[in-house]
Nanobody, 122 residues
Framework: VQLVESGGGFLQPGGSLRLSCVVS????????MGWFRQPPGKERERVAY???????RTDDSVKGRFTITQDSAKKNLYLQMNSLKPEDTAMYYC?????????????????WGQGTQVTVSS
């Protein structure tokens, strides 16, 4: 299983970016897919995800600014980020897995990409 993120960069506050993630080698009709981020010196946090029933959820901190989507084949995951703020600066990761309990309920994110850096600064 391989996940490869792209689309990160350096930009000023108020700007927009679209992150992409290509998933290969994972065949699960009940998969979850999600975007996470890890700011410098902080723990990894979930930003948005699509659960096994294809419902989307977005964290309150980015609601109204970030949108998660996937293509019909579920091989590409996207995160459209608008009105970016300095506090959005982080390494962004995509992940996939099946349904599960635990920290990332209702999903269990088993497979992770290497991340793409997003830096928002004036």
């Amino acid at each position: 299983v391989q996940l490869v993120e792209s689309g990160g960069g350096f930009l000023q506050p108020g700007g927009s970016l679209r992150l992409s993630c290509v998933v290969s080698g994972y065949f699960n009709s009940n998969r979850c897919m999600g975007w996470f981020r890890q700011p410098p010196g902080k723990e990894r946090e979930r930003v948005a995800y699509i659960d096994s029933q294809a419902w989307t959820r977005t964290d309150d901190s980015v609601k109204g600014r970030f949108t998660i989507t996937q293509d019909s084949a579920k091989k590409n995951l996207y995160l459209q980020m608008n009105s970016l703020k300095p506090e959005d600066t982080a390494m962004y990761y995509c992940a996939t897995g099946g349904p599960g309990s635990g920290r990332w309920y209702p999903c269990s994110f088993t497979y992770w990409g290497q991340g793409t850096q997003v830096t928002v600064s004036s």
